[in-house]
């Protein structure tokens, strides 16, 4: 089965992941720890890796489903299909989650037009998913999101 992309209403990720799961869909929603600063302390808090954006892991017929849950708006789409990421793509998400400095995460979008020479910069492709290390840098590379997380180690 594939893994589509969600959008949901801002700050619902992890509501509306549970929320499926409930109803028996397999749903995923990636999350980092970021520390936060108030005026009288700092705290850890888990917030999602992809702002607005869950995975699930559905049959094409059962699409529709996904609706019942409140917070979820729509399918997200990349070239005129539905986005779909491929289960390499989720391990690598699931890697960095379960890492255990993932608290400087940031996720950038490709921009139209922009062409990544991967061979050039050392990247190795394996079905879809591209991991590069340089320095205290890592990029993963989310082709059929549209996305680049860009980690620092």
Request: proline share 5%.
């Amino acid at each position: 089965m594939p893994w589509f992309v969600l959008h949901t209403k801002p700050q619902n990720e992890k509501k509306v992941a549970l929320r499926l799961q409930n109803i028996g869909i397999e749903a995923y929603c990636p999350l980092r720890t970021e520390i936060r600063q108030w005026s009288d302390r700092k705290k850890k808090v888990e917030v999602p890796l992809l702002p607005s954006m869950i995975l699930v892991n559905i049959e094409e017929n059962a699409r529709n489903s996904v609706f019942q849950a409140p917070g979820v708006l729509r399918y997200m789409f990349w070239l005129g299909k539905p986005a779909v990421v491929t289960q390499e793509e989720v391990d690598a998400l699931q890697e960095v989650e379960s890492s255990k400095n993932n608290h400087n995460i940031e996720v950038e979008a490709i921009k139209p037009g922009t062409k990544l020479d991967l061979t050039k910069m050392g990247f190795k492709a394996q079905e879809g998913t591209v991991k590069y290390v340089s320095g205290n840098q890592c990029w993963v590379v989310l082709e059929g999101l549209g996305y680049v997380v860009k980690l620092e180690i």
